[in-house]
Antibody
Framework: QVTLRESGPALVKPTQPLTLTCTFSGLSLSTRGVSVNWIRQPPGKALEWLAL???????FYSTSLKTRLAISKNISKNQVVLTMTNMDPVDTATYYC???????????WGQGTTVTVSS | DIQLTQSPSLMSASVGDRVTITCRVS??????VAWYQQKPGKAPKLLIYRVSALHSWVPSRFSGGGSGSEFTLTISSLQPEDFATYYC?????????FGQGTKLEIK
């Protein structure tokens, strides 16, 4: 059974960075075709795709946010880390860590972690 | 970025109705479109991938179709548990953009 769990601060001050950790089990991020994605959803709004790291350590980012995002993986710890710099109140959202298989959609979602940006 | 436009944004329907949600895309995405269902306070769940392939948990009243610039999600006979918000996503080109969502409400 594949599970993913997000962890990180619930509250971040404006201009500070956000670091989120996704800890997974039951999947190998060394298996061809497997990726871990970060998706966010502001309150009452739509899903927004943020970033992906795949089995081959390729990394892809949202166009509008790519200057602020960094994604990395630690295979030995079964973790993927997302860092977002210069947080703003508009970044207040639920952030999801999600397993993907290339072209076949995002098939296993974490429960999400809510991040509020406020002074 | 590839833009995905869902219509309608809000739909009211009754149990037993047949409903179709449309996702229009701004560029060619081959057949790499997926659909998700999200209920309030929950993470989305994958429904359909590669236009028409149903995920393992999905009942057969759900179907996906389309090609080119227009893709559809159809529910043949709405059940009470189907009232939710639905999103399409393209996985052909990075970034893997989502549509804005369609909220399906009980009439």
């Amino acid at each position: 059974q594949v599970t993913l769990r997000e962890s990180g601060p619930a509250l971040v001050k404006p201009t500070q960075p956000l670091t989120l950790t996704c800890t997974f089990s039951g999947l190998s991020l060394s298996t061809r075709g497997v990726s871990v994605n970060w998706i966010r959803q502001p309150p009452g709004k739509a899903l927004e795709w943020l970033a992906l790291v795949d089995w081959d350590d390729d990394k892809f980012y949202s166009t509008s946010l790519k200057t602020r995002l960094a994604i990395s993986k630690n295979i030995s710890k079964n973790q993927v880390v997302l860092t977002m710099t210069n947080m703003d109140p508009v970044d207040t959202a639920t952030y999801y860590c999600v397993k993907g298989t290339y072209y076949d959609g995002l098939d296993v979602w974490g429960q999400g972690t809510t991040v509020t940006v406020s002074s | 970025d590839i833009q995905l436009t869902q219509s309608p944004s809000l739909m009211s329907a009754s149990v037993g109705d047949r409903v179709t949600i449309t996702c229009r895309v701004s560029q060619d995405i081959s057949n790499y479109v997926a659909w998700y269902q999200q209920k309030p306070g929950k993470a989305p769940k994958l429904l359909i991938y590669r236009v028409s392939a149903l995920h393992s948990w999905v009942p057969s009243r759900f179907s996906g179709g389309g090609s080119g610039s227009e893709f559809t999600l159809t529910i043949s006979s709405l059940q009470p548990e189907d009232f939710a918000t639905y999103y399409c996503q393209q996985l052909n080109t990075f970034p893997h953009t989502f549509g804005q969502g369609t909220k399906l409400e009980i009439k």
